[in-house]
T-cell receptor, first 111, second 113 residues
Framework: TQLLEQSPQFLSIQEGENLTVYCNSS?????LQWYRQEPGEGPVLLVT?????EVKKLKRLTFQFGDARKDSSLHITAAQPGDTGLYLC???????????FGAGTRLFVKA | GAVVSQHPSWVICKSGTSVKIECRSL??????MFWYRQFPKQSLMLMAT?????????EQGVEKDKFLINHASLTLSTLTVTSAHPEDSSFYIC?????????FGPGTRLTVL
C-alpha cells in the first residue's frame, strides 16, 4: 500500500520551463523529505520540512509543506538539463525514521 | 555529514546461492537501520527494520526466512538473500538515522542469473 502519492511520475520539459511535483497522503507526517536519486546510487537528501505551511528554498527549488502536514510540493524554476533525475518524496509518519517513499518523479530536461 | 557504506556495490550470483550485503555506518552508531529494495524505474520499497541486538521487523509481504537480517553491532547490519532467484535481482539500499536525518547507503545491485 502506497501511503504517499506522487505526481506526475514522468515529466519531460524544455530547458527554462518551470515545473511542480506533488506529494499527497491521507496520513499526517511528522516530517517529509525530498530526495534526488541518480542511476545506480542511493538517494540524496534535498530538504526536510517539519512545520505545517513551511516553505524552504534551495536555489531554484522551492519546497512547501501543507498546513495539515499531509502534502508537499516541489517547484523548480527555470529547469536546467542538470536537474534531470529521479525526485522522491518521503515521509516519516511514525517519528522513528521509518521512511516511506512516494513512487518518484522522473524528470528529463531537454537542452 | 554522516556516511553509510554498503558492500559489495554490485554482485552477480547463480540461482540458488545466497548473497550477503553489508551496511555500515562509518562515523556514527545506529541502533536501527533500514533495508529497501528498488526495482528498475520504481521507487524504494521498505523491506525491513534492522534492530541492534534483537530481531528485525519485516514489512508485509517480505519473507523473513528468505531475507535474513543480522544487526550484530551498532555500526553493521547485514542482509542475506538466501536461495536467490532471478526475481530477487534488484537494487538494495540501506539507511541509518543519524541525528535528525536519515542517511542512505550507495546501494548494492544484485543480479541473479
Amino acid at each position: 500500500t502506497q501511503l504517499l502519492e506522487q505526481s506526475p511520475q514522468f515529466l519531460s520539459i524544455q530547458e527554462g520551463e518551470n515545473l511542480t511535483v506533488y506529494c499527497n497522503s491521507s496520513s499526517v507526517f511528522s516530517s517529509l523529505q525530498w530526495y534526488r536519486q541518480e542511476p545506480g546510487e542511493g538517494p540524496v537528501l534535498l530538504v526536510t520540512v517539519v512545520t505545517g505551511g513551511e516553505v524552504k528554498k534551495l536555489k531554484r527549488l522551492t519546497f512547501q509543506f501543507g498546513d495539515a502536514r499531509k502534502d508537499s510540493s516541489l517547484h523548480i524554476t527555470a529547469a536546467q538539463p542538470g536537474d534531470t533525475g529521479l525526485y522522491l518524496c518521503a515521509g516519516d509518519y511514525t517519528g522513528g525514521f521509518k521512511t516511506i517513499f512516494g513512487a518518484g518523479t522522473r524528470l528529463f530536461v531537454k537542452a | 555529514g554522516a556516511v553509510v557504506s554498503q558492500h559489495p556495490s554490485w554482485v552477480i550470483c547463480k540461482s540458488g546461492t545466497s548473497v550477503k550485503i553489508e551496511c555500515r555506518s562509518l562515523d556514527f552508531q545506529a541502533t536501527t537501520m533500514f533495508w529497501y529494495r528498488q526495482f528498475p524505474k520504481q521507487s524504494l520499497m521498505l523491506m525491513a527494520t534492522s534492530n541492534e541486538g534483537s530481531k528485525a521487523t519485516y514489512e508485509q509481504g517480505v519473507e523473513k526466512d528468505k531475507f535474513l537480517i543480522n544487526h550484530a553491532s551498532l555500526t553493521l547490519s547485514t542482509l542475506t538473500v538466501t536461495s536467490a532467484h532471478p526475481e530477487d535481482s534488484s537494487f538494495y539500499i540501506c539507511s541509518a538515522p543519524g541525528g535528525n536525518e536519515q542517511f542512505f547507503g550507495p546501494g548494492t545491485r544484485l543480479t541473479v542469473l
